[in-house]
């Protein structure tokens, strides 16, 4: 049964596609050339659906850790007759650094193991299945390593041990001492192109050594936290820019489909996909994480992705492919087991028509607070704004499925509706970047109206509390958000007392936060969302409650995998990581908590990261 503790797995980015590989050395999860392209190694939803190992064939203790400033990373194997460090990158081309960062990235998974004291005998095995396990490929031996056939991609596996091929994959096994090395490549390729060239051992070396220069010099160029957590904040900045699609300006929210919300369970959605929520928080972390120059590229993406959408329609999509496409109508992989027998296994993502009204908010938020980097802007960007805007003082009053997708009939979600006040809010204070003066006193209009209605119809006095939506009594951790976009301030009673029932109503055994707890219109449970958990960090600390914030912060911290990597949910029975990994929302929670934790302790710093 295939199903690799999340714990157990490590993240690699060449800022176009994303690899998982576990603490045996196995590249569980590849996707090829995009991140939301097929798989090629899929091991992780399906043990027959391919994989790619370097490991010691004796019984072995394995550590690892990031390269500083970097995505590479290097696992050692104690065997019993010595110790080999794997290294392992998805890599950058040769000459990239700073803002180019991935810049030309093709898909090259490049893998070296050097032996630091003894001897071992390593092995290595690339089993390649295509099209997510649909397709045992040809393979076709070359000098140095072979080619792949079958399908609509191809590989070029370069590889310093001589290879045995058999049954669509190969194997070696080779003896090191200290200082011998292997080295292994895998490349991307089109079928119907030439391929690229073999890789030579010294040729591999290099790839990694520049990638390590391409990292370090964005994180240089980049990052410049100093608060709390400092060591997380950055890392979490690197995670969530190896989560970005830099030919496109594309940020996914996670690395991988179908990871279930509950072991065994049906709720397994696929993440690989730019979410307009997802990205504008990313944004807005990296702001305080790694100061994103990039910007122009996101909202360009945008308008791009969804030029006309707003004219056409009047509303915002409100997810993409990495390549602006909008149809990722879902399907079910019915071949594979997926991860610990949670079926079914999805691609495409079937909220994808759905509507959602907060979107607006976000992107507007994120426009404002990165109005700085936003001069470069094209006339198209901006009028794309002033459109959301628009929509935003039209829509607030439609019914919506709101932030967590619901399947189930639409309602007046009070978050929605805030981050409608939010879209109108930012979009006042940008007009004059926008050209849109004329505009100001609709968009005034309507934000006093929708404020109104969130303070009558959004508080309940039954719950005690903000609802999840307009005339109900559940609770919803969204709610936290009140007074982070400056709805109301954070020592506020009404939000205090939302903090309140957060913590006594809708919290776990561990003190994590669910989303929800009402109908949503799906089978099956979740688990506590970290995220949430982050979130009432953050809105403790703006009450003032700072002592409060940072256990909080500590105890959805402290669910990090040894890596500092951080899944979508916790299983509130046994303390695990699932869901889809590595989770971009969770590290966004991580990052903007610590940042509100910093400020509240140090109010004197202002804005300054």
């Excluded at 993406?301 to 390549?323: E, K, R």
């Excluded at 559940?474 to 009673?493: I, K, Q, R």
Aim: hydrophobic share 40%.
């Amino acid at each position: 049964m295939s199903g690799t503790p999340i714990e157990d797995l490590g993240f690699l980015s060449d800022c176009r596609t994303t690899a998982l590989v576990d603490r045996d050395g196995s590249v569980q999860w590849l996707c090829l050339p995009d991140v939301d392209s097929p798989s090629v190694f899929g091991r992780l939803l399906d043990d027959a659906a391919g994989y790619c190992t370097v490991a010691p064939t004796a019984a072995y203790d394995s550590d690892r850790l990031y390269r500083d400033g970097t995505l590479i990373l290097d696992t050692t194997f104690q065997t019993a007759s010595g110790t080999v460090v794997v290294t392992d990158a998805l890599t950058f081309g040769a000459g990239v650094r700073g803002h180019e960062l991935g810049r030309g990235s093709e898909g090259l998974l490049v893998r070296r193991a050097v032996v630091t004291d003894g001897v071992v005998e390593l092995r290595v095995e690339v089993v390649p299945r295509p099209e997510y396990g649909r397709i045992h490929p040809i393979v076709v031996p070359d000098a140095g390593g072979f080619r792949t056939r079958g399908g609509a991609s191809a590989l070029v596996v370069s590889c310093s041990a001589p290879l045995v091929l058999k049954d669509s994959s190969a194997s070696a096994v080779v003896e090191l001492g200290v200082g011998q090395s292997v080295e292994l490549a895998v490349a991307h390729a089109d079928p119907w192109a030439d391929p690229p060239p073999i890789l030579t051992a010294d040729e591999i070396a290099e790839c990694l050594e520049e990638t390590a220069e391409a990292w370090r010099s964005w994180s240089d160029l980049h990052q410049s936290y100093t608060g709390p957590w400092a060591d997380l904040v950055l890392h979490s900045g690197r995670v969530l820019q190896g989560l970005t699609h830099s030919r496109t300006g594309a940020i996914v929210a996670a690395a991988t489909t179908s990871l279930p919300e509950t072991v065994g369970g049906s709720r397994n959605w696929d993440y690989r996909y730019a979410w307009v929520r997802d990205a504008s928080f990313t944004m807005d972390a990296l702001w305080v994480a790694a100061c994103p120059e990039e910007a122009v590229c996101f909202f360009e993406f945008l308008t791009t992705a969804a030029a006309s959408a707003l004219t056409a329609s009047g509303h915002l999509p409100i997810m993409f492919g990495v390549d602006g496409r909008r149809d990722l109508s879902e399907r079910e992989l019915d071949h594979l087991t997926g991860w610990r027998d949670s079926r079914p296994v999805r691609v495409g993502n079937g909220a994808w028509n759905q509507r959602q009204l907060d979107v607006y908010g976000e992107l507007l938020s994120t426009a404002h607070l990165l109005r700085d980097q936003l001069d470069d802007a094209s006339p198209e960007s901006r009028r794309f704004l002033v459109q959301a805007a628009d929509a935003a003082a039209v829509r607030w009053r439609e019914r919506d499925q709101g932030i967590w997708e619901v399947r189930g009939p639409p309602r007046h979600f009070l978050y929605s509706k805030l981050m409608c006040w939010v879209a109108l809010d930012r979009a006042i204070e940008l007009a004059p970047f926008l050209s849109a003066d004329d505009h100001v006193d609709d968009w005034a209009a309507e934000r006093t109206l929708i404020r109104d209605a969130i303070l009558s119809d959004g508080w309940s006095e039954e719950a005690g509390a903000f609802t999840q939506s307009f005339d109900s009594t559940d609770l919803d951790a969204s709610n936290l958000v009140l007074p982070m976009v400056g709805f109301l301030p954070g020592d506020d009673a009404r939000v205090v007392a939302t903090i309140d029932a957060t913590i006594e109503r809708l919290s776990d055994d561990h003190s994590l936060v669910y989303r929800y707890l009402g109908d949503d219109g799906l089978d099956g449970e979740e688990g506590s969302f970290l995220l949430c958990t982050f979130w009432l960090a953050h809105a403790l600390a703006l009450a003032g409650r700072v002592d409060e914030a940072r256990a909080v912060f500590e105890r959805a911290a402290a669910f990090r995998n040894d890596l500092d990597l951080l899944a979508e949910e916790v299983d509130a029975e046994h303390g695990s990581l699932i869901g889809n990994f590595p989770q971009a929302f969770s590290h966004v929670g991580l990052v903007n908590a610590a940042w509100a934790i910093h400020q509240s302790e140090h109010p004197e710093n202002g804005a300054a990261r």
